[in-house]
T-cell receptor, first 112, second 114 residues
Framework: QQQVKQSPQSLIVQKGGISIINCAYENTAFDYFPWYQQFPGKGPALLIAIRPDVSEKKEGRFTISFNKSAKQFSLHIMDSQPGDSATYFC???????????FGSGTKLNVKP | DAGVIQSPRHEVTEMGQEVTLRCKPISGHDYLFWYRQTMMRGLELLIY????????DSGMPEDRFSAKMPNASFSTLKIQPSEPRDSAVYFCASSSTGNSYEQYFGPGTRLTVT
C-alpha cells in the first residue's frame, strides 16, 4: 500500500508563476510532513516541513498548506524561478520513529 | 561540517559480483539511514540505525542485501551477489536525536549492475 501519493509527476511553470504540488497520505497517526528538494546528481535536501497542529507554514517563497481532515498537504512555490527547477518529494511519517514514507516525486521545470 | 560522505560515487559491476557501498554520517548524528532511489519505485528506506544498532530493516529487499554500522562514523551496505535489478542510486542519510526528523542526505552512489 502506497503510504504517500504525490502529484503531478511533472510540472512546467513559467518564471514568476505559482508551482503547486499535492500529496495525500494514508496513516492518520503521521505527525511530520517534510518536503525535500533534489537537484540532479545530488541527494535530497530538506526544504520545509510542517506538523499537523498548524494548517500553513511559510518560509520565503515556499508555503506548505495542510488539511488534516482530508489527509492532504501541498507545496506552493510563489514567484517560481528557473533555479527552483528540481525534483520535489513530499514525505510523511512519525518523527519519533524516524521512518518516513516518500512520495514518488515531482519534476519541476521553471521556464525563463 | 563536510556533510554525509558516500563512496564510491559511481560503481559499475557485473552480475554476481559483491558490491560494498560506504557511508560516513555527519559527526554527532546518531541516526543513519540507507535509501534506494529508482525511477520505478522512487525513494525507498532500506534500513536505519540508531546508535549503531539496526532498528528497522523491513525495507531490505532480500537476503542478498546486508548493512552494518561498526562504529558511529561508518556504515556499509553490501549486496552479494549483485543483480541487474539492483541498479539504482543508493543514498545514505543521517540525523540527530532531538532533531531527528531532519535527515541530511549524502550525494549518493550510482550503482550499475551489468
Amino acid at each position: 500500500q502506497q503510504q504517500v501519493k504525490q502529484s503531478p509527476q511533472s510540472l512546467i511553470v513559467q518564471k514568476g508563476g505559482i508551482s503547486i504540488i499535492n500529496c495525500a497520505y494514508e496513516n492518520t497517526a503521521f505527525d511530520y510532513f517534510p518536503w525535500y528538494q533534489q537537484f540532479p546528481g545530488k541527494g535530497p535536501a530538506l526544504l520545509i516541513a510542517i506538523r499537523p497542529d498548524v494548517s500553513e507554514k511559510k518560509e520565503g517563497r515556499f508555503t506548505i498548506s495542510f488539511n488534516k481532515s482530508a489527509k492532504q498537504f501541498s507545496l506552493h512555490i510563489m514567484d517560481s524561478q528557473p533555479g527552483d527547477s528540481a525534483t520535489y518529494f513530499c514525505a510523511a511519517g512519525l518523527h519519533n520513529f524516524n521512518k518516513f514514507y516518500f512520495g514518488s516525486g515531482t519534476k519541476l521545470n521553471v521556464k525563463p | 561540517d563536510a556533510g554525509v560522505i558516500q563512496s564510491p560515487r559511481h560503481e559499475v559491476t557485473e552480475m554476481g559480483q559483491e558490491v560494498t557501498l560506504r557511508c560516513k554520517p555527519i559527526s554527532g548524528h546518531d541516526y543513519l539511514f540507507w535509501y534506494r532511489q529508482t525511477m520505478m519505485r522512487g525513494l525507498e528506506l532500506l534500513i536505519y540505525f540508531n546508535n549503531n544498532v539496526p532498528i528497522d530493516d523491513s525495507g531490505m529487499p532480500e537476503d542478498r542485501f546486508s548493512a552494518k554500522m561498526p562504529n558511529a562514523s561508518f556504515s556499509t551496505l553490501k549486496i552479494q551477489p549483485s543483480e541487474p535489478r539492483d541498479s539504482a542510486v543508493y543514498f545514505c542519510a543521517s540525523s540527530s536525536t532531538g532533531n531527528s526528523y531532519e535527515q541530511y542526505f549524502g550525494p549518493g552512489t550510482r550503482l550499475t549492475v551489468t
